[in-house]
């Protein structure tokens, strides 16, 4: 799992983007938020398509390996770490669950 940028800086009103690109083929992307305490938040589970929630909205090409988190109208409370995890699409005896910070 490579996410991209390494580093954002979100600035107040604007809109920002994050990326992850997957070398396995995968089933699902989940995005998550973990604020300045410590807290981890589900934000947006996508298997397919587009996934909206409020500010946030997620794609997701299964084929091209890729998820975006698009985060519109940027407000102080999104200061945070944001990461991925995918399902990784596998064999009926394994499976295995990436997770890029």
């Known amino acids: 799992v490579e996410q991209s940028p390494g580093i954002l800086m979100l600035q107040e009103g604007k809109n920002s983007s994050l990326t992850c690109n997957f070398s396995v083929s995968m089933t699902s992307v989940q995005w998550f938020q973990q604020n300045p305490g ?3 938040t589900s934000l947006l589970y996508i298997a397919s398509g587009i996934q909206q929630k409020g500010r ?3 794609t ?3 084929r091209e390996r890729y ?3 698009y985060i519109r109208d940027a407000q102080p409370g999104d200061s945070a770490t ?3 995890a995918v399902e990784a699409q596998c064999s009926p005896d394994t499976c295995s ?3 890029k910070p």
Request: aromatic content about 16%; glycine content about 6%; charged content about 5%.
């Open 38 to 40: 410590g807290h981890i």
């Open 56 to 58: 946030l909205k997620s």
């Open 60 to 62: 997701v090409s299964t």
């Open 67 to 69: 998820s975006h988190l």
């Open 82 to 84: 944001y990461f991925c």
């Open 97 to 99: 669950l990436y997770i």
